[in-house]
C-alpha cells in the first residue's frame, strides 16, 4: 500500500498513515545544500551513444494513444481520458541498489532518508507504520536488518533523490502518463495489469501433470497485514526482472516496488489530454503497487492504480525508474 504524507509547521515531516501520523522533525543542514549542487558539477551518466540511440538499459515505448485511467477503479482513477504520446524511453527494470550505489559513490550524494536519520518502516503482523532510526536505501528496514541485495530495486529513496539520481544519468522521471501508457504498451484493448489479466499463470506439463500455477508478480499472499504465505516467493522486494517482462519488455511494472513519478498527485476531473497534469501540489504520485499490496486491501498493482506521499517521503517499498526522451 502507499503510504500518503504531508508537511507540517516548521518543516516538520508528517505520514498519514491509516491509524496516525508519525512526524520527524526535519534535520536539513549544509549537506541538503551540496545535493542541489553535485549534479551541476559534471556527474552524467548517460549511455546514449549517437550510433545505438536506444541505450541497452532501457525500451522505446511506441507513439500511439491510450485510455489513462478505469472508470472500475478508484475515485482517483476516474474519469478515464484519451492521451496521444510520441515515442519514449522507459528504463527496462527499477533502478536496482547497485545502480543508485555507484550513483552515491561518484557524486557523494546524500538520500534524504539519511539528512533526516530515519525513514517509514511497516511492521509486519499488524500494519503499524512507523519512522526507524537509521533506515535508509543501504538498510531499508533499519541497521539491525539485512543490507538490501543489489539486484533488487532500490527503496527508502525520496521522489528528490530519485530525481536526483535520473538527472545525473541525463534521464528524468516518466511523467504518470506515459507510466500507464507504457504499462499498457503491447496489449490490445483494456487490461488489468502490465502482463495481463491474470495474477496467476497456469503451470507447464510435466509427465501429464500441470504444476502448481505461477505468480507473475511481486505482492502479498493472505491476509494483509496478519499472514503473508510467501507463495510467490519473497517477503519484501525481489531481483529486478524476476517475474519476466510485460509485451512492451519491461520489468517489474506491477508489484515488488510503488514507482515515482514527475506529477503531482491530482484529480482526473477536467483532463483532456498528456499535457495538462496539475502544475502544483503536496504529494507526488507513485505507480505499480508493492510487495504490500493484497487485492482485498490494495489492488495497486493494476495498470491505472495510483498512490501518492510527500516529495521528501522515504519509504520501504517505494522505488523508482528513468525514462528518456527520443
Known amino acids: 500500500m502507499g503510504k500518503r504524507g504531508r508537511v507540517g509547521k516548521r518543516g516538520r515531516r508528517i505520514f498519514n498513515l491509516g491509524r496516525g501520523s508519525v512526524n520527524s522533525q526535519a534535520k536539513i543542514s549544509h549537506v541538503a545544500k551540496l545535493n ?46 484519451q492521451v496521444q504520446l510520441p515515442d ?32 517509514a518502516v511497516m511492521q509486519f503482523g499488524t500494519g503499524r507504520w512507523f519512522l526507524q532510526p537509521g533506515a535508509n536505501w543501504r538498510y531499508p528496514l533499519g541497521p539491525d536488518g539485512d543490507a538490501a541485495p543489489d539486484d533488487h530495486p532500490v527503496t527508502q529513496v525520496s521522489w528528490d533523490d530519485a530525481q536526483a539520481y535520473c538527472s545525473a544519468q541525463g534521464k528524468r522521471l516518466p511523467s504518470e502518463v506515459e507510466w500507464e501508457f507504457a504499462a499498457r504498451s503491447g496489449h490490445e484493448g483494456d487490461v488489468s495489469y502490465a502482463f495481463g489479466d491474470k495474477l496467476l499463470k497456469e503451470g507447464d506439463f510435466l ?60 484529480s482526473y476531473a477536467g483532463r483532456e489530454s498528456a499535457d495538462d497534469a496539475p502544475t502544483t501540489g503536496s504529494s507526488k504520485v507513485q505507480r505499480g503497487g508493492s510487495f504490500l499490496c493484497e487485492a482485498g486491501v490494495c489492488h495497486g498493482y493494476r495498470v491505472s492504480a495510483r498512490s501518492h506521499s510527500t516529495p521528501d517521503s522515504s519509504l520501504m517499498h517505494v522505488g523508482f525508474r528513468c525514462a528518456r526522451d527520443v
Not at 56 to 69: C, E, H, K, N, Q
Not at 97 to 111: D, I
Open 36 to 81: 542541489i549542487l553535485r549534479p551541476l558539477f559534471g556527474f552524467l551518466f548517460s549511455t546514449v551513444a549517437a550510433a545505438d540511440p536506444i541505450p541497452p538499459d532501457m525500451v522505446l515505448i511506441p507513439a500511439g494513444t491510450s485510455v489513462i485511467g478505469s472508470e472500475q477503479g478508484m475515485e482517483d482513477e476516474r474519469p478515464v481520458f
Open 88 to 119: 519514449f524511453l522507459m528504463d527496462r527494470t527499477p533502478v536496482t541498489v547497485a545502480a543508485f550505489g555507484e550513483f552515491v559513490q561518484q557524486t557523494r550524494y546524500v538520500s534524504t532518508a539519511e539528512q533526516f536519520g530515519d525513514a
Open 207 to 266: 509427465a501429464g501433470i500441470r504444476l502448481a500455477d505461477i505468480w507473475q508478480a511481486n505482492t502479498w499472499n493472505g491476509t494483509f497485514p496478519i499472514i503473508n504465505t510467501l507463495e510467490d516467493g519473497f517477503a519484501t522486494t525481489s531481483p529486478v526482472g524476476y517475474f519476466g517482462l510485460s509485451p512492451a519488455g519491461l520489468s517489474d511494472m506491477a508489484g515488488n516496488v510503488w514507482e515515482w513519478t514527475a506529477d503531482w498527485h491530482g
